[in-house]
């Protein structure tokens, strides 16, 4: 089994920051990539950015040079670092990590339940 937790949402104003934190754990034979999403009330889920196990980053058009996204392997953590929030970036987020069994070599990709981002004055 492989868990996916996320931390570190709450309320914000306006052009503040915040850092999201993912968490995974249990029977972890090998992550590959890890990354984060979004949903706002009545929207679909988009994805807000992406890292490989090389570190290569990616990121919406919404976010570039807002949102930085890093992983702690060590630590099998990933981060989101949110900063000049806006109202429009109001929604859950949700982190996934792309794992690979050590029992049928299968990726698989797990998700975290989410945590509640609010950016509001």
């Known amino acids: 089994q492989v868990h996916v937790v996320e931390s570190g949402g709450g309320l914000v104003q306006p052009g503040g920051s915040l850092r999201l934190s993912c968490a995974v754990s249990?029977?972890?034979?090998?992550?590959?990539?890890m990354g984060w999403s979004r949903q706002a009330p009545g929207k679909q889920r988009e994805l807000v950015a992406t890292?490989?196990?090389?570190?290569?980053?990616n990121y919406a058009d919404s976010v570039k040079g807002r949102f930085t996204i890093a992983r702690d392997n060590a630590k099998n953590t990933v981060y989101l670092q949110m900063n000049r929030l806006k109202p429009e970036d109001t929604a859950v987020y949700y982190c996934?990590?792309?794992?690979?069994?050590?029992?049928?070599?299968?990726?698989?990709?797990?998700w975290g339940q989410g945590t509640q981002v609010t950016v509001s004055s």
């Open positions: 996934n990590a792309d794992h690979q069994s050590g029992t049928d070599g299968l990726i698989r990709r797990y």
């Open positions: 249990g029977s972890i034979y090998r992550i590959y990539g």
């Open positions: 890292i490989t196990s090389s570190d290569s980053e």
